[in-house]
């Protein structure tokens, strides 16, 4: 507590000082002048004369000023403004620079590298935000995207005798639930220990919606390579309007096409280049991440149905890049990659630690059930955060799913207050995992209960 400062006399006392010092000083001046002769009398006369004039001078001068300020035309005083108040850093876009880039971590989660939700960034200054990705008239139409993943070596983990445990205790649910384990994959991470292990999460399948996690760090890779334009971007809490949160948020089909267009500069009707030319720009997509070590996966194709572009399934361009009918090529990837590439999220690697920071927000999904119960298609139920979402108050669980009817699987990476946090990537090939509901929800219940409590 401060201490309290001295006592001071008040202004009314001050006052009462004050006058009584004056009439001291007027009492000796009037004893002082009753001692003299009357030639003093007479020089303390002409001095009291020219002290009248000299304050009629003053008097007159100073009523000449009072009647021009009056009569001038005065401004009327400023209001401050909310562009002229420094707001917070937390309150700043996105796409200006920090010099303090803790200053806005989520006080809510001490534990907790990852932010609360930022403002809408890249809106227009007075209108309403630009939902839709892609200024396409920035970008020069012969441009095949030349930029690369900026990891350019796969994260080194010790293998552990407990995960190992944990995961054939995994495959043995599946078998007990009758559903088929050579259509299985699972990587599981520890990140306080730096251990992993693994089964079959280096066998391909095709991943459904998992690729969105692809093209949302594709597409900030691009960015911070200024081949193309920053986009907009809102967040959950935000009301998750624009293209990017809608793709990363909701899985949405129509905004993840907009995306695709948009890092390999292509679209789904474009016939102003040959094909050959097209197809080498939608592989871009791959090389991006090729190049820095994810071999061997597909994340070029779009997913379907595309209600704004009237296709239900690929045709067009869109068809012919599958190849054979009879054994299409498709999207593929691993449950290592996936796992991979969350990781680089979650150690902040991904195109730069601002990127990362931002990008999770995007995949941050809300556990509690009055938020996703009521949605029609939610990323919670039938998945990992159904299994633990009664602990919501200490987690933060960020998710990416893919499902059909034929396969499911998801990759997340769940962080608990204590500090415990983990990625676990389930691949699940076949319509028995598409129709199974219940399969992850008890995976992810084990996971947490033998890695957190």
Known sequence: MKSKPPSQPSKKNLRKSNEGLKQTEISAAINYSSSHGER??????????????????????????????????????????IADIPGPHSEESLDSESDDPEASEDSSSGSSRFRSPPPLSGSPGSGEPDFDVGDRSELPTQRTPQAIYNVTSSPQFSSSSELDRIVEELVNLAASRGLSTRSLSIHLIDL????????????????????????????YGLQANGQIPRQPVDFPLNGCRTDV???????????????????????????????DTWLKRRYSINEFFENAGYQGLDVSQKNFPIPYLEMSLPKGRDLRMRGNPDNPDRNRLTARQAARLMYELAAELAVSSEDSREMLMLLEQNLDPNVWGPEEYD???????????????????????????????????????????????????????????????????????????
């Open 192 to 219: 306080n220990r730096r251990t992993e292990a693994s089964y079959q999460s280096d066998v391909f399948r095709y991943p459904a919606s998992i690729p969105k996690l692809f093209w949302l760090v594709s597409l």
């Open 245 to 275: 949160c809608k793709m990363a948020q909701k899985s949405d089909n129509e905004a993840a096409s907009r995306v695709v267009d948009l890092i390999s500069n292509t679209t789904s009707s474009q016939l102003e280049v040959g094909y």
């Open 40 to 81: 003093s009398q007479s020089k303390l006369s002409q001095l009291q004369w020219i002290s009248i004039a000299i304050s009629v001078a003053i008097g007159v001068g100073f009523l000449g000023t009072l009647t021009l300020w009056l009569l001038s035309p005065k401004s009327p005083p400023q209001e401050e403004t």
């Open 379 to 453: 990323a919670i139920q039938g998945f990992f955060g159904e299994g633990i979402f009664q602990h919501r108050d200490r987690l933060r669980f960020y998710s990416k799913v893919g499902w059909t009817q034929e396969g499911r699987m998801e990759v997340a990476l769940i962080q608990d207050s204590s500090g415990r946090a983990y990625i676990l990537s389930v691949f699940g090939d076949g319509s028995d995992y598409g129709d199974d509901w219940e399969i992850f929800k008890q995976i992810s219940e084990r996971v947490y209960s033998q890695l957190v409590f």
